[in-house]
Each structure stands twice: as C-alpha cells, then as structure tokens.
C-alpha cells in the first residue's frame, strides 16, 4: 500500500495543515481530559509548524498544558545551552512559546558520560513507554533519507541509543556548526522502532532539493537504495 501524501503549493499551506492536525489532537485531548503525547523533531522543516501552533496559543487559546513531548535526537556530546544544541533550538523556537511544563519535556541529553547513554536511551523509552506511547510523530527526513539521526542502515527495530552521523550529514550541518570539523561525529537518537510505534506519524519535507528523497520513500525504494549506497562508502 502507498503512503497517503498530501502536496501543498507552499510551506504555509502544509505548515497550517499539520499544525491544524496538532491542534486538533490536542483539543480533542484536553476536553476528555486526557494528556497529548507528542514526538518532536528539529530542523528548518519544523519550523513553521512550531510558529503556527505558538499563534493558536497566544491568539486562540490553545493549551499545552497536559502535553508531554520526545524530542527525537540530540548530537552528542552536546552541552543543552550550547548554540548548536536541539534542547536550546527547542526552547527559542517552541517551549519557551508555550505552556507545555518542564516536567512534561524530554529531549535526548547529549551531555551524560559515553557510558551513561545505554541507560540514558533505555530510560528514555521507559518514560515513552510509561507516558502511554506516542500519539503523534511529526518528522523530517534528512539527505541521507535519515529520520531522526537513524541513518542508512539503521535497523528496522531499532530503539533510542547512540549513533554514528553519516558525512553527509555533517557536511549538511556544516553552516550552523561554521565548519564541518566542528559538527560532532555522534547523536543520541530515537530508533526507527521507537517511531513507528508511534500511533500517527506525520513526515514533512519541504522544497525541490527533498523531493527526489521523498518520491524514493513513498514508492518504499529508500532504504534498500540509500542502504546500498551507505554500504557502498562504509564496507
Ligand atoms: P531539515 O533537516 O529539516 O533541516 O531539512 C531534516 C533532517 O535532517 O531530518
């Protein structure tokens, strides 16, 4: 079966459109009672989608108050208040926006011990566990065809835990790092498991350069394909 997939003419539209499904989850939540579990990605993809839902709640009263979130990756080793970090993207372009409370956040920490990570990542799918599973991933897709840091070759059951970036993903963070060499080599990342578990996923790509990316992954052809070509570079 084919993914369905929905094509905007512009980011606005399908930033209003996502966001609009967002709203509605929550809504819909919050009058039964019930909190809203989200999984959050970072990157220029999302951001008019956090914009949007920032104006819903600042101009129609839309309340983040019983939303708990899983942010998907971190780089590693990452200090959280380090510029090039995905917990302090997070705050400027979201939660400091919103009323989500503090304990209700959870990003993958890049700033334990190399070997805290195993319990870190074990922990981290516990809280997701015990939060009730996530309702609603949204997510980008990487050059590389890599959702959240799980680049080609990641396993299908693959859960949160420590990875290694691929070049082109370094070579793709290289602006906002001023140079690849200081893009760090590792990330902590949910799994492909940890997000298809999910209970809805919504995969956002934006502009010509990720359409290529995301004709090869609606026709199912994108990990067999980057698969090869990674395993081509690494033997
Ligand atoms: P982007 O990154 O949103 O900045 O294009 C997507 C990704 O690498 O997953």
Redesign the pocket.
């Known amino acids: 079966t084919k993914l369905p997939t929905l094509m905007f003419r512009t980011p606005a539209e399908a930033d209003r459109h996502v966001a609009l499904v967002v709203e509605s989850l929550i809504r819909e939540n919050n009058s039964a009672g019930v909190p809203t579990v989200l999984g959050l990605?970072?990157?220029?993809?999302?951001i008019g989608v956090y914009r949007e839902l920032i104006r819903l709640h600042k101009e129609e009263d839309l309340d983040f108050s019983q939303v708990i979130t899983f942010n998907l990756d971190e780089y590693f080793p990452m200090q959280p208040d380090s510029i090039h970090s995905y917990n302090r993207w997070m705050r400027a372009n979201f939660f400091d926006h919103v009323n989500i409370p503090e304990e209700n956040i959870h990003i993958p920490r890049g700033d334990i011990p190399v070997e805290e990570i195993d319990a870190f990542c074990e922990e981290y799918e516990r809280q997701i566990e015990k939060a009730g599973g996530i309702q609603l991933q949204l997510?980008?897709?990487?050059?590389t065809g890599?959702?959240?840091f799980n680049e080609p070759g990641s396993s299908r059951n693959s859960l949160t835990r420590g990875v290694t970036l691929d070049p082109q993903?370094r070579r793709?963070a290289a602006s906002s790092f001023f140079g690849a060499e200081n893009v760090p080599h590792h990330a902590v990342t949910m799994g492909v498991g940890t997000i298809l578990s999910a209970r809805k996923i919504i995969l956002m790509a934006?502009g010509e350069h990720?359409a290529s990316i995301v004709r090869k992954a609606v026709e199912g052809e994108v990990t067999e394909e980057v698969t090869a070509s990674f395993l081509q570079k690494h033997p």
């Open positions: 990605p970072t990157g220029s993809t999302p997510l980008g897709i990487g050059r890599h959702i959240a993903t793709d934006l990720k």
